[in-house]
């Protein structure tokens, strides 16, 4: 008999206890405005035909960076960095990201997070110990299975975006446009969503093929290059227009 089953509970997460995959030393992109360490996560509960990092997807997988490891390095590199960023994957998806957030803070460090949004729960929890919050809106809720190729998952991002304007935590939207794609249609509209929800940034990023799988990347080259580039500028002019706070265009 566990000793859940038992009626004892379970041992909280530990920091010690999370999957990384692996760490940027300096990232001047992860948070926009900052320098910072990134620290990948393992797992991630969808399936997106774009992600540049699809070895990161399966949860299973275990950590190749011991967490000891992680603060040992930001350790020596204090007053040199200034933040660090937990990513993934998806960085939600284990328990162990709030107390390894709290350590990170502990040493000096600004916390960023990136997240795609599938654990409303989750995030909310850990806002209160985050700086600055990263958030992948990649469709309307309508489209969001197609896109990241699970069910159910249209209301979880959208949800998280609430949560996170009513929290006060800085924060960027970011969606992530391909040709073809659902975001590419509707872009304009999910910028103007995430607005009138009161979203503070929200950049338009041009995927990028590095590290993509091997079908994404020959669909993606065989698409109308130009056209393409035409679209992306006619969709940057678009966005632009709705008068957002902070915007930014990221090519590929």
């Known amino acids: 008999m566990t000793a859940v089953a038992a009626g004892r509970p379970a041992s909280p997460a530990r920091a010690d206890d999370l999957q990384v995959a692996g760490m940027a030393p300096l990232s ?16 991630c509960p969808w399936d997106c035909s774009y992600c540049h990092n699809p070895t990161l997807i399966p949860p299973r997988t275990p950590g190749t960076l011991p967490w000891q490891d992680v603060l040992a390095f930001l350790r020596r590199r204090r007053r040199l960095l200034d933040a660090v960023v937990l990513s993934g994957g998806e ?9 390894a957030a709290r350590e990170v803070r502990a040493l000096g460090f ?14 909310e929890a850990v806002l209160g110990d985050v700086d600055w919050v990263g958030l992948d809106l990649k469709a309307l809720p309508e489209d969001y299975d197609d896109v990241v190729r699970r069910p159910g998952a249209g ?3 959208w949800e998280c975006l609430d949560l996170l304007v ?27 969503r ?20 091997e079908e994404f990347t020959h669909a993606h080259a065989a ?28 090519p590929a």
Do not use: K, M, N
């Open 28 to 43: 001047t992109v992860d948070w926009p405005g900052r320098l910072a360490a990134t620290v990948f996560c393992q797992g």
């Open 91 to 99: 960085a939600t998806r284990q328990a162990a990201l709030l107390p």
């Open 110 to 123: 600004a916390v960023g997070l990136h997240t795609a949004g599938p654990y409303p729960r989750r995030l």
């Open 155 to 157: 209301h979880l991002a």
């Open 166 to 192: 009513a929290s006060g935590v800085d924060h960027e939207v970011r969606t992530t446009v391909a040709p073809g794609s659902p975001a590419v249609r509707h872009a304009v509209e999910i910028a103007r």
């Open 194 to 213: 995430a607005r009138d929800a009161g979203a503070r940034a929200f950049a338009l990023q041009v995927v990028r093929t590095e590290g993509t799988r």
């Open 223 to 250: 698409a109308d290059q130009r056209a393409w580039q035409q679209e992306v500028a006619t969709l940057d002019d678009q966005v632009r227009a709705l008068d957002l706070d902070r915007y930014d265009l990221r």
